[in-house]
């Protein structure tokens, strides 16, 4: 059977793409291997109406409400492999060896976290170690808080923190690698470094207590923002040879566009703003612009 689209990424922008496609009576199968990169966090934050909701709750009742849509159709699997075949239309093979064919594709896998090989780092990570101040800065805000980072992506996180709290040293787990000027700035607004290597977090219940150091004195923290970047969770966007930026997300144009016809890429895999309400905008956008090119196509 040819579906009119392919989703992989059951997550927010997945899911959302889904729901407008349904609603515009397209055949459409979702994929998802039910691991999204927020599933650690007690709640997602920043989206109106939402706002404090856990994310396997939010994922439970987009699946929920995408039932009313017949023509939509969410899977556990995990695809493995996915072409654009000389007709233009597109090819994915799951792992169990499923085949299933689409005239579009959206990819919606998102990104992983790069999380230091620490003690404690992965057990507190989404409780108390964040990688988003605007997601969880609030619930921690004038607290005393630790930046994981080097270089100027480090000290420049640290600076954005001030929004949340005064009270904020950088952890650069080894020589810095900051510029002497951006060192200045650090100390001008009171974040203090420190370059020892760190030895382990260790917290209580989830909550971060202590940072130890292998050599010097251990610093008591309430919480984590780190900055050590990130990867794509699939590795089907390089096969199909998208372009990635700097950043290693992919290069989208308008609507999620990529430079090849019929591919588009919605998410975390996609924008440098990775909030879970602007993911499902993206997604939305895609479906959009995926629903328009199949009318141009089906119209004589």
Known sequence: MMHDVIIVGGGPAGLSAALMLGRCRRSVMVFDTRAPRNAASHALHGYLTRDGTPPGEFLR?????????TTVEVCDGEVVEAECQADGRFRVELSDGQQFRSRKLLLATGVCDNLPDIPGFKELYGRSVFHC????GWEVRDQPIAIYGKGERGAGLALELVAWSRDLVLCSDGPSEIEPE??????????RVREEPVAALEGNEGVLATIVFRDGPPLPRRALFFTTGQYQRSSLLERLGCEFNDKGTVRTGKYETTHI???FVAGDASRKVQWVVVAAAEGAEAAFAINTDLLKEDLR
């Open 61 to 69: 009742l987009a699946r929920e409400q995408l039932a009313t849509y």
């Open 261 to 263: 016809s019929g591919l």
């Open 133 to 136: 101040p605007y997601c969880d």
């Open 182 to 191: 951006s060192l200045e700035r650090l100390a001008r607004n009171g974040i």
